[in-house]
């Protein structure tokens, strides 16, 4: 299924998610996935909140800022 972010996306491709591998992440990669969330992260936690809404017609904007916010909200903890 597409999405806001481009991609296609399955159900599988959402329940399977288990993050990016540590050894392929860079120290500097990590340090910034650690303290703000990537736009992968915000476009996957706006689907589900889209999904959960159950995939209505419209804009992805509202669902994509509650999901940046969302996230900012628990990077920051």
Request: net charge positive; with cysteine; glycine share 6%.
């Amino acid at each position: 299924m597409a999405h806001f972010c481009g991609k296609t996306h399955s159900r599988r491709d959402w329940h399977n998610y288990e993050g990016t591998s540590s050894s392929s992440t860079t120290s500097s990669q990590f340090r910034r996935s650690v303290t703000e969330p990537t736009q992968e992260d915000i476009a996957r936690l706006a689907y589900s909140y889209w999904e959960a809404r159950g995939k209505p017609n419209g804009s992805p904007l509202d669902d994509w800022v509650r999901a940046e916010r969302d996230l900012k909200t628990q990077y920051e903890r």
